[in-house]
């Protein structure tokens, strides 16, 4: 009879994790070792592999489900795929393509808002290779019991981030800009000042905080062919922005680090950097590293 019920629990636990692979992984945070003020490769060989990943990862609010996208080189042209893996009794899946993801597409840049109720991401068509998407769109998914489902294009644009009252930041053709709602319509889209633009640079994937007192974003100059972590505080009151300080090491190299998020706790960031062999990487560190840099400030 035990023998029964055990096998009968295997098997839901088999169907419930869609057929996937169970990882010896368990904890949170894919059940890496926390990171202090040096950045370190996040779950290396499983999220973090010897191809190139392309986006930061996004946690669900109860820290079960994980999203990141990837880039896959087929032939002559260049897909993004998102990825998943799910924590179940405890225990992580193998990562593998998300549900809802399209394929031979090119979609990343993925973020949960705080209320767990929408996932954004964007979504283009392949690129050649050696040559970037011309367009993205910016797609919302809503949350229907442990599912994504019904989505929307917000607008043409790239790398969103949300605040908790919906706003969203992202990259447009201008630069980074924000999309304001009302009642859950478009209100009204705004390029950021020149502080965050900065005329020369392309100033790219930004990350802004759920309650909008901060932004970090990538800042590549065009010249030296890199990109550096940049962050910006905002005073609540005025609405006006810092000058952007470049978020220094180690938290930038030598290489190109972009697709700064920070998780929902408030513990950690996250971002991706080019490492060795023309790879991408996603890398996490304390996010004590935003208090020290808004006491430079004040």
């Not at 392309?54 to 669900?60: D, Q, R, V």
């Not at 790239?158 to 605040?163: G, I, K, W």
């Amino acid at each position: 009879m035990k023998k029964g019920l055990l096998l009968a629990l295997f098997c839901i636990l088999i169907d419930f994790s869609f057929g996937q692979t169970m990882l010896d992984l368990s904890g949170d945070y894919f059940g890496q070792t926390a990171p202090q003020d040096k950045p370190l490769i996040f779950g290396d060989d499983y999220v973090s592999t010897s191809g190139i990943e392309h986006s930061s990862p996004t946690f669900s609010l109860d820290g079960d489900e994980l999203y990141w996208s990837k880039i896959v080189i087929s032939n002559d042209s260049v897909f993004q795929l998102i990825m998943c893996s799910k924590r179940i009794s405890g225990n992580w899946t193998k990562p593998t393509i998300a549900p809802f993801s399209k394929e031979r597409l090119y979609e990343g840049g993925l973020i949960i808002s705080a209320d767990n109720k929408r996932l954004y991401f964007y979504r283009g068509q392949p690129a050649a290779v050696n040559k970037d998407v011309e367009s993205n769109e910016i797609i919302c998914y809503s949350k229907k019991g442990n599912q994504w489902v019904n989505p929307k294009v917000i607008c043409s644009g790239f790398s969103p981030s949300v605040t908790n009252n919906g706003t969203i930041y992202f990259d447009s053709d201008e630069g980074i800009s924000k999309i304001s709602f009302n009642d859950g319509k478009m209100a009204s889209i705004q390029l950021l000042d020149d502080k965050i633009n900065l005329k020369g640079y392309k100033n790219w994937t930004p990350y802004i905080a759920p309650d909008e007192s901060y932004l970090i974003f990538s800042r590549l100059d065009y010249n030296g062919d890199y990109g550096e972590l940049m962050i910006s505080f905002r005073n609540i009151k005025t609405g006006v922005w810092s000058e952007p300080i470049n978020m220094g090491s180690p938290i930038n190299t030598w290489a190109q680090e972009r697709f700064p998020s920070v998780t929902q706790d408030g513990k950690y960031l996250f971002f991706t950097r080019w490492t060795q062999n023309n790879n991408q990487d996603i890398f996490w560190v304390s996010s004590e590293v935003i208090e020290r840099l808004k006491e430079k400030t004040e």
